[in-house]
């Protein structure tokens, strides 16, 4: 069997962190610069922001607003035993 | 912190020796283990491919799905119950290939899952396809004279689509991969984790 315990640490020569150059993921004209980069390979986060709702918290607040008795969870479990029946 | 066996399966990894996905597996487990997670209240959703073996080797709720698809299954669980972390694994083949749509539109609307690619730019479980980050010039058993297709950029296409949380990280670095995780899993939104992972069978520029 070919001993392979030397691939990891010469793949690792490969990359740097972008952390450890003081990098800042809240650019994103910069995280595109920094995923292209031809010097080497980057790893760690490139992009991050945390000011765009998911689109689960989205769709809560609709149907809060628009199907308040949609809300499954506040049903009590009986209710939707029952509702399920129907369809078996 | 929790108990570090709460996510021992019982269910033996069949990777090759020397995978990358051994890496991946151990920081996985780390990670949740470090955020707090408990195994029911964590998915972990898979395509199809050597990777995507990987919700069998986790105690905690698990779906394998179909090739590339694993998205689709992730956004409609974390759909259906908000209150579950659910977190999607394949390779590179099965999302940025086959998949590859539904990562764009799940950036794009931001889903509440974390997506983990294993990348080791080849097809491994069919023994050594070209895969869509294959690199230029990559002899395969279908680019016998070396690839002429230049590799897709994932993440400036998932930058591109408007996602929120994007980052890189190496196997055979579990701390770097552990501490990604962990950012991933405080995220509000889609993030996607491109995981350097080595297949030492099936792409030998890493392992002659």
């Known amino acids: 069997m ?22 800042k993921p ?23 922001r945390e000011d765009k709702p998911s689109f689960q918290e989205r769709l ?12 499954v969870s506040s049903l009590p479990r009986e209710t939707v035993t029952e509702l399920l029946y129907e369809f078996s | 912190m929790l108990d570090p066996r709460l996510y021992e399966s019982d269910t033996r990894p ?37 990777s995507s073996n990987l919700p069998g080797y986790i105690k905690a709720y698990g779906f394998h799905g179909l090739h590339g698809r694993p998205v689709p299954v992730a956004v409609g669980i974390k759909t259906a119950n908000p209150r579950l972390t659910v977190i999607a694994t ?23 899952i974390k997506l983990i690619v294993m990348n080791n730019e080849i097809y491994g ?12 010039g990559q002899k395969t058993k279908t680019s016998p004279d070396g690839s002429i297709i230049y590799p897709l950029k994932p993440l400036p296409t998932i930058l591109g689509a408007g996602g929120t949380f994007i980052a890189r990280t190496f196997s055979g670095d579990p701390k770097h991969f552990s501490w990604v995780i962990q950012e991933a899993l ?21 392992t002659k």
């Open chain 1, 2 to 23: 070919r001993n392979l315990a030397h691939i990891y640490d010469e793949v690792k020569k490969l990359f740097y962190r972008l952390e450890d150059r003081g990098y």
């Open chain 1, 26 to 48: 809240d650019d994103e004209h910069e995280a595109y610069k920094a995923m292209n980069d031809p010097e080497g390979i980057p790893i760690g986060i490139f992009y991050r």
């Open chain 1, 60 to 71: 809560a607040e609709q149907n809060k607003n628009i199907w308040p008795a949609m809300n």
């Open chain 2, 14 to 50: 069949d990777w090759c020796p020397g995978c990358g996905d051994f890496g991946v597996l151990a920081a996985l487990k780390d990670a949740l283990l470090k955020s707090g997670k408990k195994p029911h209240e964590v998915v972990i959703v898979s395509g199809i491919g050597c």
């Open chain 2, 90 to 112: 394949a390779g590179d083949g099965d999302e940025y290939g086959i998949g590859f749509n539904h990562v764009v539109h799940a950036a794009r609307r931001n889903d509440d």
């Open chain 2, 125 to 136: 479980l069919t023994t050594g396809q070209l895969s869509p980050t294959s690199r230029l």
């Open chain 2, 186 to 206: 405080k995220h509000r939104g889609f993030a996607l984790i491109d995981a350097v992972s080595p297949c030492v069978t099936w792409h030998t520029y890493m």
